[in-house]
T-cell receptor, first 114, second 111 residues
Framework: DADVTQTPRNRITKTGKRIMLECSQT?????MYWYRQDPGLGLRLIYYSFDVKDINKGEISDGYSVSRQAQAKFSLSLESAIPNQTALYFC?????????????FGPGTRLTVL | QKEVEQNSGPLSVPEGAIASLNCTYSDRGSQSFFWYRQYSGKSPELIMS????GDKEDGRFTAQLNKASQYVSLLIRDSQPSDSATYLCAVNPGGFQKLVFGTGTRLLVSP
């Protein structure tokens, strides 16, 4: 089984809809991250969490919210989706006790907002 | 100025050749550096990490770091068509274990 899983893997939705992307990990890592990837712009950090009680905004958090339900689960929500949120979304994890800045990525969610 | 810069490519090399991928970064206090490989539509996969000046080798891959010149490179020896992918450079500029990614260099290895 994969260490970092994301659901759904693909999603097509309409403008204005609320969408939740979920990330689960079995690596036992305490740190989790959400990125989006757009062609030509690379990976950009949306939110990150260093433990269940710690949530931090990244460089592009507007229009997004997150929830860290447990050490192993980190969800990203788009409250009212808009077309320019069409992108590939990745969850990543890292381990403070090990190599805290070495991040491991989930398989990604391809989101299309019509 | 972007914090982490890479040539977008594509970099084309024949099978068996050495591929050289370069990355420059702007924050002189950066302490850790990573190379990820990403196949089209897939997630980034960690190849190498490097923390000290000099070379670090792992199989066909060698990472090179020069903090004085603020660049990090990745050499791929005996390139194979399966190495064709986008290579992302990532840098921790220091502080809170966040990574800043370059936009990646696309590598094409022709048989």
């Amino acid at each position: 089984d994969a260490d970092v899983t994301q659901t759904p893997r693909n999603r097509i939705t309409k403008t204005g809809k609320r969408i939740m992307l979920e990330c689960s990990q079995t690596k036992g890592h305490d740190r989790m991250y959400w990125y989006r990837q757009d062609p030509g712009l690379g990976l950009r950090l949306i939110y990150y969490s260093f433990d269940v009680k710690d949530i931090n905004k990244g460089e592009i958090s507007d229009g997004y919210s997150v929830s860290r339900q447990a050490q192993a689960k980190f969800s990203l929500s788009l409250e009212s989706a808009i077309p320019n949120q069409t992108a590939l979304y990745f969850c990543a994890t890292s381990d403070f006790a090990g190599a805290p800045d070495t991040q491991y990525f989930g398989p990604g969610t391809r989101l299309t907002v019509l | 100025q972007k914090e982490v810069e890479q040539n977008s490519g594509p970099l084309s090399v024949p099978e068996g050749a050495i591929a050289s991928l370069n990355c420059t970064y702007s924050d002189r206090g950066s302490q850790s550096f990573f190379w990820y490989r990403q196949y089209s539509g897939k997630s980034p996969e960690l190849i190498m990490s490097i923390y000290s000046n000099g070379d670090k080798e792992d199989g066909r891959f060698t990472a090179q770091l020069n903090k004085a010149s603020q660049y990090v490179s990745l050499l791929i020896r005996d390139s194979q068509p399966s190495d064709s992918a986008t290579y992302l450079c990532a840098v921790n500029p220091g502080g809170f274990q966040k990574l800043v990614f370059g936009t990646g260099t696309r590598l094409l290895v022709s048989p």
